[in-house]
């Protein structure tokens, strides 16, 4: 692991400990036992690191969605694996859960839009596959983007409350069974 990786995983535990406005730069500097020249030497400031930071975990969750929605299963079955590649990616990365839910109204506009956009990504992976869906007659005429983000919404939920696993996919599967043909 680089430096610089090394830094933005102790600075995800960090602020997801401390918070955004609770982490100074020396701290996470003296958390690392590394000078501040360093931190700044990778990241132009606080914002620059949150920022890559969060890119770097959300691109592994969207990562793990594309593998699965580029395979060639029916679309139930896609959206099926979609929803547990959510979740488990989702719940290895327990500091981004609590910045993501927590911290999203405190922050400055250029990363709640990088926030926005990131979510955005992920709906797109969950919109393409119940598109793809309603192509092939799978699933009901519906509202592909609307729905996504419901089920994600839904999801996050879940995750948050670190929801019981069979209460999960019992809903899951109520949700698909409104969705088919």
Known sequence: MSRKEKILKKAAKL????SYHGLSMAKLAKSLKVSKSLLFYHFKNKVTLYKEMLKTAFQNIIDSLKMVSQNSLPAEEKLKKLIFSYSQTL????????????????QTKAIQSLLKKLRNEIIDQF???????????????SN??????????LMDGFLYQRGNKGRIKETIELLLKGLKS
């Open 127 to 141: 919109s393409q596959v119940i598109k793809e869906g309603i192509k092939r007659k799978e699933f009901k005429k």
């Open 15 to 18: 602020f997801s400990q401390y």
């Open 144 to 153: 592909a983007k609307r729905l996504a983000s419901s089920l994600l919404s």
């Open 91 to 106: 719940a290895k990365e327990e500091n981004l859960i609590r910045l993501w839910f927590f911290e999203t109204s405190s």
